[in-house]
């Protein structure tokens, strides 16, 4: 089965500046997609970026960057000049294509880091 | 308009009693997903469903079934409810093909006392 592990709990970065967000996975899969969703305090999950792992090329969307490693098996997601808005807990998330075979399949989430932005 | 809908947004409710969540989603999805998330914030799949198959997580009571009475809607009964059952119970939509994402409702605040 796969598993998704998110290494930090907590995370703290001034406003402006850039943070990176750690995840690693574990799957035997060769055909998935992972992504990183933000739930803020309102509890709504909202997807930031997702990643073809059949795409060599890092998924980019605005200030939200990820760094994909595929043999690594690693999924960091990097947020440049940080605003107010991005606190919120960031969850990254693991799924087998559905095109793959993956069906009906949910979504494997790490336990989230918790990202405060310092004024 | 509101993409995946869930009501109600709270419940409150007595130990033992049984009751339900509905689920709507007006996106033309064929696969609906219910995931329930503990006061640690940890978030896991219970079910996923679709016209052709129903995948229960393992972990999950049977006290606990989906209900889909058509492919918009999948509601969520929990029988003989437990102090243990309180969490935030999450409805998610997603169409076959393309990117694989999975469009969340507001979720639901179960509180059993």
């Known amino acids: 089965a796969q598993t998704v592990t998110q290494s930090q709990p907590e995370m703290s970065v001034q406003e402006a500046e850039t943070v990176t967000l750690s995840c690693t996975y574990d799957?035997?899969?060769?055909?998935?997609?992972l992504f990183w969703y933000k739930q803020p305090p309102s509890r709504q999950m909202i997807l930031v970026i997702r990643?073809?792992?059949?795409?060599?090329q890092n998924a980019t969307e605005n200030r939200f960057s990820v760094n994909f490693q595929k043999a690594a098996k690693s999924f960091s997601l990097k947020i440049s000049d940080s605003q107010l808005g991005d606190a919120a807990m960031y969850f990254c998330?693991?799924?087998?294509?559905?095109?793959?075979?993956?069906?009906?399949?949910?979504?494997?989430f790490g336990k989230g880091t918790h990202l405060i932005i310092q004024p | 308009d509101t993409a995946v809908s869930q009501t109600p947004k709270y419940l409150v409710t007595q130990m033992g009693n049984d009751k339900s969540i509905k689920c709507e989603q007006n996106?033309?999805?064929?696969?609906m997903y219910w995931y329930k998330q503990d006061s640690k914030k940890f978030l896991k799949i219970m079910f996923s469903?679709?016209?052709?198959?129903?995948?229960i997580n393992e972990t999950v009571p049977n006290r606990f079934s989906p209900k889909s009475p058509d492919k918009a809607h999948l509601n969520l009964h929990i029988n003989s409810l437990e102090l243990g059952d309180s969490a935030v119970y999450f409805c998610?939509?997603?169409?076959?093909?393309?990117?694989?994402?999975?469009?969340f409702g507001p979720g639901t605040r179960l509180t059993v006392l």
């Open positions: 990643q073809e792992a059949y795409k060599q």
């Open positions: 799957t035997s899969e060769s055909d998935y997609y």
């Open positions: 469903y679709n016209n052709k198959e129903l995948i």
């Open positions: 998610a939509s997603s169409q076959a093909g393309g990117n694989n994402e999975q469009f």
């Open positions: 998330a693991y799924r087998k294509n559905r095109d793959s075979g993956g069906g009906a399949d949910g979504l494997t």
């Open positions: 996106l033309g999805h064929d696969t």
